[in-house]
C-alpha cells in the first residue's frame, strides 16, 4: 500500500512472486561484468530531518483526500526536459484536475503538478535548492483521493517557480502502463515509490513487493525489457533496463538478523529488484527515515553481487494472456 492506496493491483509484476522462475541465460556473463565481489549499498539513511545533511534517500509525500495540502501549483519543464513525455494535470473545472499525457499538448501556463506546499513538502535532497548540486531531486506524491501517483525528476524551486526535467503519473488501481518509450523519474521509465525499501513497511517484518536497483551506465545496455519503457545511457554494456535481479534462494538469511533485514532479503528473493536507472552498481534505493534499525544496513550490505542471480521472465511475456502493454503478470 502506498498510504490508503494500492501500489498497483495484486497481480501487477511488482507484486507478483517470482523465485519460482528460472535464471536468466545471461546472468553469470552480467554478474561478471558487474564484479561477484560488489557489495549491496542501502541507498538511504535514518535521518528524517530535510535540513540535515545526511538526509539520504527518497521521501515521499501522501496527500490526504480531505485538505490534500496542495494548490496544484504550475510547472514548467527545463531547457533539456521531456515534456513531450511527461504527464501534467490540467483544471478541469469543476475544481478538479484531469491527467493528460504529453505536456506539449496543452498551454504551458495551464499546465499543474500537484507539489505539496513548501511547509509539508518532503523531496529527495531535503532542502537542498541549487541545480547545480542538489542531484536527481526526485519528487514522490500520492493523491490518496484518486489513488494516482505523480513523480518527477530534477524537480527545482526557483523565484516561486516549480521546473522539472520530466514528471509521470499512474493510476495505482491499474495495470495500465505508459506510452512505451517514455522516460518517467527513473532511466527506465518504471515508477519509483512501489519500489522503494520503506522503513514502516520492513518493520512489519514482510515486503511483499519488488525493489529498484541501479547499476553504472558501463554495463547497461541501451535497451530495455518490459517492464521498463526507456532507455538510456550508451551501449556499451548488456544488461536492459527493466532487468529483474534476484537473491538467490541458496542464501541463507542470517538467524541474528533484524526483522527489517530479513524482510529486505526475503523481498529480494521472492519479488526481486527491478533494475531502474543509471548510478553506481548494487545500489538499492529507500526512504529516509529515523525507523531504520542502526543494525539494518550494516547486516544488508553484507550481500555481493555473487548472492544474486538475474531472472527470466519468459514464462511471463510468453503466456498468451500477457499485454506488453499492462503491469500484469498473473491471470
Known sequence: MLGSCPAFPANAVFN???????????????IAAIGATRALHADWGSNDNPAASDYYGIPMNLLAASN??????????TADGAPDESDCAIANG??????????????????RFPMPR???????GGTCNDPGTCGDRHVLVVEQGACRLWESFYTYKVAGQWSA????????????????????GDAAGLPIA???????EASTGEIAHALRVTFRDAVLANTY?????????NSAGSIPFGALLRLKASFAIPANWTPQAKALATAMQRYGLYVADIGSDL??????????????????????????EFVELGRITGDSRFDGNSYAASW
Open 68 to 77: 490534500p495540502q496542495t494548490d496544484w501549483p504550475a510547472i514548467s519543464f
Open 194 to 200: 512501489p519500489l522503494l525499501a520503506r522503513a514502516s
Open 118 to 124: 513548501d511547509a509539508v513538502i518532503a523531496l529527495e
Open 16 to 30: 507478483t512472486r517470482i523465485d519460482g522462475l528460472p535464471a536468466h541465460a545471461s546472468s553469470s556473463a552480467w
Open 225 to 233: 525489457a518490459w517492464p521498463a519503457r526507456h532507455r538510456a545511457g
Open 165 to 184: 526535467y520530466s514528471t509521470a503519473a499512474w493510476d495505482l488501481n491499474s495495470n495500465a502502463m505508459r506510452p512505451a518509450g517514455w522516460t518517467s
Open 283 to 308: 545500489y538499492v534505493q529507500g526512504d529516509p527515515s529515523a525507523a531504520w534499525s542502526s543494525s539494518t544496513v550494516p547486516q544488508i550490505q553484507t550481500l555481493r553481487m555473487s548472492d544474486f
Open 94 to 111: 469543476s475544481g478538479g484536475h484531469d491527467l493528460i499525457r504529453d505536456c506539449t499538448s496543452r498551454p504551458a501556463a495551464s499546465l
